[in-house]
């Protein structure tokens, strides 16, 4: 049941909380922020993530009386996610074997990480540490990254054509036309 | 948390950014107590607008929200030795906004135009500046956002907007190649501009 | 307890669960009246005087330079309405966070001033869009250095008045050795309200609540029920409720009260490159040079506004103080009358699509107070290479929230409007002349290339204090 709130159209909406073993905060703090980012970074070689985040909880923000002060006895990694697909195992398979090191480096300093060479084990501790969502709002629900960055390139080229060609007789327009969408790459 | 980003960033500059933005698009996270008598309304409320197509657009009617989330956490997972078991008096409610920037632009445009949705879902915590107005909202936010770590998105230097034209563009494109291909010049002509003013806004 | 015993069925009175949280300010009486004698001159009211000079100062010595304020005071022109004609001089002095340290300003005062005046305009050139030829580094020398500390602007009916006062200024401030003139532009209003691109510049300004200046309809913020209302006195003078119905965020004693951030930008004006531009695309346009070039500004060249009257200007409308403001964006979504990325539609969106109604908008107007500086380059000559442009100043009480937004993220940018990352057509600084505006219509027109305008020559971000502030200044 709450598995289908994870999902609007074809993107899923995953957020994992996952408590940092003791000690080891620093070097996961450092192990983050050292991430590369944008193409560079490793979650870019899945091709199927639209945007992720990846944080330290180490304290919980105290609003206030009459609010009764909430103490964490751990530290927490939060890693959130909205990718394609719609299938969490599909996308924790590609996790596995596209990114292991990476996945490796943050996971690994929180407690019960059973790496990720046991597919169905690393699958069990993500669900047990997932937070289902309660509702998830999506611009553009079934469009993959591909389909998003595909427009996006495309959209370029209508313009560069469509500046190039103003006033171009009819002939030549659609001959042109033809070389750019059609038979062009 | 006042400067507005530099053109570099819209251009997918990679230079070392805080956790909450990359590129045109920001990242807002929020952790923050709602009395648990509270819990079961809000999510009798959030399940009901998912099947709503109302409260979607509703929520993105704003035109610069990409991706946002809601999360009602009861409990904190656990996992065994060497963790404690976290015992909150509260439950949570997580919220992450993936959005064009300047977050505070983004506030005020909750605060003035769906202040009522925003009183609904966050009013039943503690210390809660209920909209409008929306500086000491913004305040609250700043005190609350979670910041650091690390932003990944697969299309920083587009923004919502951006994305939604240029899928809009794509789409059409399909019927305007394949009447390249059965038009004589002048029908094509004529098609050609017509498909250009449908989407000029894109362009 | 009293609360929940009151709160259903009272009326009016908040529901059961919802108190008054700690942290929200009681939204404070709003003013009937601002105090318009210790408010300076020329923010709530324009003046008419055709010159001004801009003086930048460095204080060369505190003492000495605490004793020209002291001097200057009782020139100072306030917000007092003028009996019966106006003063044909008019001074108003304004302050540099530089020169708010240097005069000792104390440490604790200093940090409750708000971060963008304290970092000051030349260190956010990069956010600002001011780039390549009006970077930092090829400003006019003494702008934006630090050296900057006080500005002194002076209004004068003609050339003969104005020079008299700088003179002395000049001679009191030198001789005394209290400071020296940095930079200085002299600048006179150009015949018939117009700029040096040759449009009637200057039209719509903010009507303001509480100063007793009726605003033309048009001049304030869209009142929901398709006509117009005054913008909130705290969106232009610190102390007064602004538009999110609180006191602004404000520095501290003296300084929280009738005082106001005060932007100023020396913008050359590159007109035979303007003309060149629209002549040369122009005939390409279908509309021909002068609906083209009106399609960038948003207005034709005698202050038609194109929503009002697309296809050509009409003098009924530029002659009407009624009519010439008096429009609006709803009915053109697409910017088939007036263009999204045009000039007047991205400073000032009013109730354009995606700002709901004007909603998104009341926080972000400015008041501005410039003047054209330069001669005029005659119609159909070529580039003298002359300096020309406009000195722009503005008013508001948040320079990140109200110049900032428009600078940044309207005018460096287009995706407000759906018009991408498009820069401004007419002032934005474009990092190359791959810049383009598509002007909308059946089919479209894609102006480019689309060349650099406007250069700025430099600015500052100025505090231009109450005169109870000014007194404190001349005396603490």
Known sequence: MGESRNRTGTAYALTVLTAILPGHEEKLRQTIESLPLGEDSPLARLGTIHTSRIQIVDHLVYQGAPQKRDQLRSNYLVFTAAFDGADLDVFLASIADKLPAAADSWWRHCVGYPGLKDRAAFGHWIRHNQLHTSLFAV?????????????????????EFAIANQGVDAVELQKRFRTTFVEGI | MTTIESPDARDGGTTALPGNQLGRIFCLTLFTPIRRQWVPVLAAAMWVAKWIPFAQKHILQFNFIRFVRWTIVRDLPHNGPPQERDRLNYAYLFFESNFDGPWQHYIDAFAYCIPLDIRFVWGRGFAFPSPPPAEPLKKWIAMNSMDGGSYYCGYPQASTRMVKGALATGDALGGLIADSERLGADEFKVRYEQFLSSVQGHL | MQKRRQAVGSGGERPLLQRRPLNLPRRHEEQSEVEAADIQGNVLRGYSHPMAAYIFLRIDDVVKGKALIDRMLPRITTGQPWCDTAPTTAIQVAFTYAGLQRLGVPDEMLATFPEEFREGMAARAESLG???PSAPEQWESGLGTGEA???VTVWAVDNEHLDAVREELRQVGASAGATTVINETRAE?????????????????PAVEGTGVQGRPGDGQPNGAGGWRDV??????LGYVDEDGTLPDAPAEPFHRNGTFMVYRKLQQHTAA??????EQGARYPGGAEMLAAKVVGRWRDGTPLSTSPEAPDADVSADPLRINDFSYMDDPKGLKCPMGSHIRRCHPRDSEGFFGGRLTNRHRIIRRGRSYGPVLPKGAADDGQDRGLVFVCFNTSIWRQFETIQSLWLDDGDPFGVGPDKDPLIGCPADESGKMTIPG?????????????TLRGGEYLFQPSMAALRWLADF
């Open chain 1, 139 to 159: 611009a553009s629900p079934n469009r993959s990254v591909s389909d998003v960055v595909d427009s996006l390139a495309l959209r370029e080229q209508v313009l």
């Open chain 3, 130 to 132: 001011d780039r390549g």
């Open chain 3, 149 to 151: 500390h006080v500005l």
């Open chain 3, 189 to 205: 209003a150009l015949k018939h309200g117009r700029d040096h691109f040759g449009f009637f510049d200057g039209i719509s300004q």
């Open chain 3, 232 to 237: 909130a006195t705290g969106e232009f003078v």
């Open chain 3, 274 to 279: 303007f003309r060149r531009s629209m002549e």
């Open chain 3, 442 to 454: 059946k089919p479209p027109f894609f102006l480019t290339p689309l060349p650099r305008f406007v």
